[in-house]
């Protein structure tokens, strides 16, 4: 099975509207072109705009790093997804671990905001990853598990085909420390396995499994070698068009 490989951008809470479209403007030459891998940028919401604008006929999508999971409705400070699409957004990041750590996210609440994205054809981003003290114990195949379980409850195959998975293993975020190819890949074999329970061999078969954790461009290469992972979630590495250009072309 061969698997369109996707590598996205996270931002983070970084760039201004203006530092958005600058990043635009020296990365799309980077990549002109390019057409092995889906690239995908996720600056915030009040980039998104000027993202979308500037990246139009290139190739390259955008997405958002969250939503909520309703449509409208009295919920200050919430992004609906018929805001995102209404701007072009095609994309969108679900239960990244900074949202599990600072704003409560759970798998529940992460499994609503995935039928909410479904529903509206919304590419969902979906984070899992275990913390270092669950490594350190021996938890991480029961994390897996428990996690995958959790946020794609009740989601019927015939509807899953558009869901992206992104290992990210929460001690390897921003921290330097990345996942070797090799764990990387069993935690993808360990999640795509239950994929293949929950949702049949099919879905699983098709299923992108992305690996992030400190992505930079000298293990890009090496990390995206391995048949079972299917791009990349990239964050600090994906604040510098050059960084983020050279490991789009791995
Ligand atoms: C991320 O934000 O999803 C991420 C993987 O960050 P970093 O690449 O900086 O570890």
């Not at 604008?53 to 919920?75: C, H, I, L």
């Not at 609906?80 to 529940?108: N, W």
Request: proline share 5%.
């Amino acid at each position: 099975m061969t698997r369109k490989p996707l590598i996205a951008a996270n931002w983070k809470m970084y760039k201004t509207p203006a530092q958005a479209q600058e990043f635009v403007k020296n990365f799309l030459p980077l990549v002109a072109r390019h057409e092995r891998d889906e690239v995908v940028l996720c600056p915030s919401f009040t980039s998104l705009s000027v993202v979308i604008a500037a990246v139009t006929g290139s190739g390259v999508a955008v997405g958002a790093q969250n939503m909520y999971s309703a449509d409208e409705g009295a919920f200050t400070g919430e992004i609906s997804p018929l805001m995102l699409k209404a701007i072009g957004t095609t994309h969108v990041i679900l239960g990244h671990s900074e949202r599990r750590q600072y704003f409560c996210e759970t798998d529940e609440t992460i499994n609503r905001k995935l039928h909410t994205a479904l529903r509206h054809e919304l590419t969902p981003i979906v984070c899992v990853g275990e913390v270092l003290a669950e490594r350190e114990a021996g938890k991480t195949e029961e994390v897996l598990l428990r996690q995958t379980r959790g946020v794609l409850a009740g989601i019927p195959p015939e509807h899953a085909a558009p869901i992206v998975i992104a290992y990210e293993p929460v001690w390897a975020i921003g921290t330097g420390k990345t996942a070797t190819p090799q764990i990387a890949s069993d935690a993808h074999k360990v999640i795509r396995g239950e994929v293949a329970k929950l949702l049949g061999a099919e879905v699983a078969d098709k299923l992108r499994i992305l690996y992030g954790g400190s992505v930079k461009p000298d293990n890009a290469t090496a990390l995206m070698s391995e048949s079972e992972i299917d791009g990349a979630l990239v964050g600090g590495a994906s604040l510098d068009p050059q960084s983020f250009g050279k490991i789009v072309n791995y």
